[in-house]
């Protein structure tokens, strides 16, 4: 992936020509930053591990497995938020001491060891996706810190076509897990935004939610069994379906973001490549008759694949995008629909007259089919904001059906209110693209025109809308996770007993407190309280 950006570098592109219209009349007049550093001008300390350490290390993945260049260490400093990209725009950054890629789940357990030996914190890294400060360099109270790059850990270990289950590598990105699947007639169907980079267990780790959620579950449904290194030993959960035999654990470590150990191996449901995809896009007189249709088809059941709701904002600039402004300025709000599998019609002729009775209107295939064959690149448009001097970020909740309109509210004036006490003018999009029978997810994408230094403004507004999100109702992940940015909110949210709780498990499994420091359990509240 582009070390200070999204994707596929050859992907980046330039605003388009619409867009570039639009931002001053949405934000004014914004400044240009400066270009940023080339990767070879970015300054880093010195690495902490001493010839010992790599020594240590290497014994256990080899020479080729341990890497302290400066390249490396830049690479694997932060995952994909805005203010890590921002971050990755400084001349001076913090990185890890070094890089470590262990081959299996042994030699994983090993370089815990040896970490725990040497006074080095662990920061386990996939995909390098995360958006919450999962993955950022910390140390802690250790004196180094190296990144645990599980990409060596990757393919297809063993799968069951009768029972509907596969065993992967953590380290399988989702693109490879789907092109071994299909092999066998198979097919996963976990396609969040991060599709083409994360993996297997950074989609268990933070409780990944994929598009296609309303037809197949998010990704912690989709989990059957977990293979766990901890600093104290190794475990296997998931024995078989249905259990009654104690608590859960699979679900302990769903969400664990690697504070209690690094997951190795994860046992899936799978199901038959869909034969079938239809593709429907409706109109609504607003957002509000949209979440109206899109709950009635969540209570009732056996509806799309996908279905996805965006508020007027939102559908205005995504038309805009395409360059049908006049279109974008008369219409309200938009909802995209795909259905895959068995029994389309039925569902489909059910999710209509559901749609319907909302007050929507079918508008065809296009627009549906426009998103899905772009759903993964938005991302590279925040890289072009950015570049032009837009302030761009995402955040998402959820809540009830009964508390989801107040909860919008909340957010979206606390988002405008926050920037404009900044001096800087804003503009706020929402869609729903996670239903369920009582509730539904939220996700919000904002865009600014920050004069100042982006970083410490969205810091004071981030902290607003958390503050919000929690009055009103909501949780404070949906499926982005926790990491470091959510952490001091995860606390008021369960409250004393349930961060003890955690710190008790992080206590048992890692008594060092090597995993992820800060991570989750909030650096205030310390592993062992």
């Not at 921002?86 to 081959?103: F, I, K, M, N, S």
């Not at 802690?140 to 190296?146: D, L, Q, S, W």
């Not at 448009?381 to 508390?403: H, I, N, P, Q, Y």
């Not at 919008?408 to 006490?421: M, N, P, Q, S």
């Amino acid at each position: 992936m582009r070390w200070n950006g999204w994707g596929d570098p050859a992907k980046a592109k330039e605003l388009p020509r619409a867009v570039r219209a639009l931002i001053p009349l949405l934000l004014g007049r914004v400044r240009r930053p400066a270009p940023p550093p080339s990767l070879a001008e970015v300054r880093v300390r010195p690495s902490a591990l001493t010839d010992d350490d790599r020594a240590a290390f290497a014994a256990v993945v080899g020479v080729d497995g341990v890497d302290h260049a400066d390249e490396a260490r830049i690479r694997h400093a932060g995952g994909r938020s805005t203010p890590d990209l921002l971050r990755r725009r400084e001349h001076e950054q913090r990185v890890p001491d070094g890089v470590v890629l262990p081959a299996d789940h042994a030699q994983v357990m090993a370089c815990l060891a040896v970490a725990g030996e040497r006074d080095i914190a662990v920061i386990p890294y996939g995909g390098g996706t995360s958006v919450v400060g999962a993955l950022d360099p910390e140390r802690g109270p250790h004196r180094a810190v190296i990144s645990l790059d599980l990409r060596r850990l990757r393919g297809l270990l063993r799968v069951d076509a009768l029972s509907g289950e596969a065993v992967f590598a953590a380290g399988t990105t989702g693109p490879d897990a789907e092109a071994q699947l299909a092999a066998h007639g198979l097919e996963l169907g976990h396609y969040p935004q991060s599709f083409r980079y994360a993996t297997i267990g950074g989609f268990a780790a933070a409780r990944s939610s994929g598009q296609n959620s309303a037809g197949y579950g998010r990704f912690d449904t989709m989990v059957t069994g977990l293979r766990v290194a901890t600093p104290t030993g190794d475990l296997e959960v998931g024995r078989a379906p249905g259990s009654a035999a104690g608590p859960d654990l699979i679900r302990l470590f769903l969400g664990s973001e690697g504070i209690f150990g690094v997951i190795t191996e994860v046992r899936v449901r799978v199901h038959p490549v869909p034969a079938e995809r239809v593709f429907e896009s409706w109109s609504f007189p607003d957002f509000a008759h949209g979440v109206d249709g899109l709950r009635r088809v969540a209570q009732h059941g056996r509806g799309p694949t996908v279905i996805r709701l965006s508020d007027e904002a939102e559908t205005a600039v995504g038309l805009a995008q395409v360059g049908r402004i006049g279109k974008a300025i008369a219409r309200g709000a938009s909802v995209v629909t795909v259905y895959e599998g068995d029994d389309i019609d039925a569902r489909r002729a059910r999710t209509t007259a559901l749609l319907r009775a909302a007050g929507g209107t079918s508008s065809g295939a296009g627009d549906a089919e426009e998103w899905a064959a772009g759903r993964f690149d938005g991302p590279y448009l925040r890289d072009s904001l950015l570049d032009a001097g837009v302030f761009c970020e995402t955040l998402e909740t959820a809540t009830t059906w009964t508390g989801l309109a107040t909860l919008k509210a909340a957010v979206e004036t606390a988002l405008r209110e926050g920037f404009r006490d900044a001096g800087a003018r804003s503009t706020v999009m929402c869609h729903v693209s996670h239903v369920y029978p009582t509730g539904a997810s939220l996700y919000f994408t904002v865009l600014a025109g920050i004069r100042s230094d982006p970083l410490p403004v969205w810091t004071t507004v981030k902290a607003r809308v958390n503050d919000a999100i929690l009055a009103h109702g909501g949780t404070i992940s949906h499926h982005h996770a926790v990491g470091r940015d959510h952490a001091p909110w995860l606390a008021r949210e369960l409250g004393p007993a349930g961060m003890r709780i955690l710190a008790a498990i992080k206590r048992e499994l890692d008594p060092q407190a090597l995993l992820n420091p800060g991570a989750v359990i909030p650096a205030a509240l310390p592993a062992g309280d």
